[in-house]
């Protein structure tokens, strides 16, 4: 089958699916997973860059996507003015103190030629720097966090708009990509995917435990949104009408409006990404990164600078999934760092890619759209298989109930057969990435 034609049936059964669960459900479940599903190709779409354009084994996907969900605390939520009068001058002395090291060990390391004095002393100002922050941290801290810690107990944001967070989420993670990349990319493949899932793993347990900048496991709830509310759309003449008009429930046209607004919104920052990837993969530097990926040693004779182009390609893609973390964040309306699991959603996220076509940009968010689908709806569809089966036992039959309290584990047995079969039949993916061929012209004089 033609790429054009497979694109075209591909995309027809996922709206075909996402129809049927609309009547089938309800149409709230549907865009509820449209909405992720345009999230997670996002995510996506980030991984390609770095995977399927550089060849970057990156598995700290959730890592990145959750310094964007910081982002959307730090710049939605308003600020919490006790906080900030208790704690805010020793947390700017501690930040001072930060700054005033590193200039220092920049200046030892630039400055004083001798190996021996040059290491020693980078050793004591860090030593010294260390304890002169935790000095004026600490106290600051505390007296943070104990201020009406079970509404508060952190710093809140900068009560701006939360789309603002989406583009400084995505700077946020392309800030951690470029330290993680001048420290890692180096190393071979394999310990630069150990280095970056470490990293991701480091990077969620601050979440986790620094209440004063996220409330920790505490979570924070009620963010800001960039669309209405449920409870203003009822309110509003005009909407009771449509919704009278229409013939439709006012709670439930309600919610598939606000989600329809969602939809509308993460649609065009999508269309945006792609249109921006498909331009940087088109232009010379897309076709240099997929040289470097296919030979590496070849680029470097030509003289390519390899790690260099590795760090922007991490870079780049590392801020699409901060950008994807905070539009996740913004469909949440809260931030939960516990629910960043990273080696399950990254494996989701790196099943989308594979399966939807590594290198093509069009193909990872079709493998988005199927795989989340598959993943929201193979519990209750597992669940209904299970329950037809074994409907001719006794409702006290411990095989029946074995099975149905095994139903949910479907969602992993189908996830592995739709990747085994995309593997065996399409090991390049749904919509694999297109091989460009250039023609050689000789021009006699």
């Not at 004095?117 to 007296?143: E, H, S």
């Not at 435990?209 to 920790?216: K, V």
């Not at 968010?365 to 193979?378: D, M, N, Q």
Request: glycine share 10%; with cysteine.
């Amino acid at each position: 089958m033609r790429i054009n034609n497979r694109t075209l049936v591909v995309f027809i059964l996922i709206a075909v699916g996402l129809l049927s669960v609309g009547f089938g459900q309800s149409w709230n479940v549907s865009l509820s997973i449209i909405n992720l599903c345009l999230v997670s190709s996002v995510m996506a779409l980030g991984l390609n860059v770095q995977w399927g354009n550089a060849g970057l084994l990156n598995v700290g996907v959730m890592g990145f996507t959750a310094l964007g969900g910081l982002a959307g605390v730090l710049i939605s939520e308003s600020p919490v003015a006790e906080a900030w009068s208790a704690g805010g001058i020793s947390l700017g002395l501690s930040l001072l103190m930060l700054i005033l090291t590193i200039i220092v060990v920049i200046f030892i390391r630039k400055f004083i030629h001798n190996r021996t004095l040059r290491n020693i002393l980078t050793v004591i100002t860090i030593i010294a720097g260390y304890f002169l922050i935790r000095m004026f941290f600490n106290p600051a801290v505390d007296t943070i966090e104990s201020i009406d810690s079970a509404k508060t107990g952190y710093l809140g944001g900068a009560g701006l708009p939360i789309i603002i967070s989406w583009f400084v989420g995505a700077a946020f993670a392309a800030g951690a990509a470029w330290v993680i990349g001048k420290i890692s990319l180096g190393l071979r493949a394999d310990y630069f995917a150990i280095a970056t899932l470490g990293i991701s793993e480091i990077i969620i347990a601050i979440l986790k435990n620094e209440d004063w900048l996220t409330r920790g496991v505490k979570n924070v709830t009620g963010l800001k949104r960039p669309v209405p509310y449920e409870i203003d759309l009822q309110q509003s003449t005009w909407f009771i009408d449509l919704s009278k008009f229409l013939g439709s429930n006012l709670t439930e046209a309600s919610s598939i409006f606000v989600k329809l607004c969602y939809a509308g919104l993460f649609l065009l920052f999508l269309t945006l990404l792609i249109w921006i990837t498909q331009r940087a993969v088109n232009a010379p530097w897309g076709r240099m990164m997929r040289a470097i990926r296919d030979n590496e040693d070849a680029a470097s004779a030509m003289g390519k600078d390899v790690k260099a182009r590795h760090l922007q390609t991490f870079i780049f893609g590392a801020a699409i999934m901060g950008m994807a973390g905070a539009m996740l964040t913004t469909l949440d309306g809260q931030f939960t760092p516990a629910s960043y699991a990273p080696l399950r959603f990254t494996f989701v996220i790196w099943v989308m890619v594979i399966v939807g076509g590594s290198g093509n940009n069009l193909g990872s968010v079709v493998g988005a759209f199927l795989i989340w689908f598959i993943w929201v709806e193979a519990e209750p569809a597992g669940l209904w298989l299970v329950d037809t089966l074994t409907s001719g036992m006794s409702d006290d039959s411990s095989i029946r109930e074995h099975l149905l309290r095994s139903a949910p584990h479907m969602r992993l047995i189908i996830m592995g057969f739709v990747l085994l079969l995309v593997l065996r039949f399409s090991p390049n993916g749904i919509l694999p990435e297109k091989l460009r061929r250039y023609s050689t012209k000789v021009y006699r004089e």
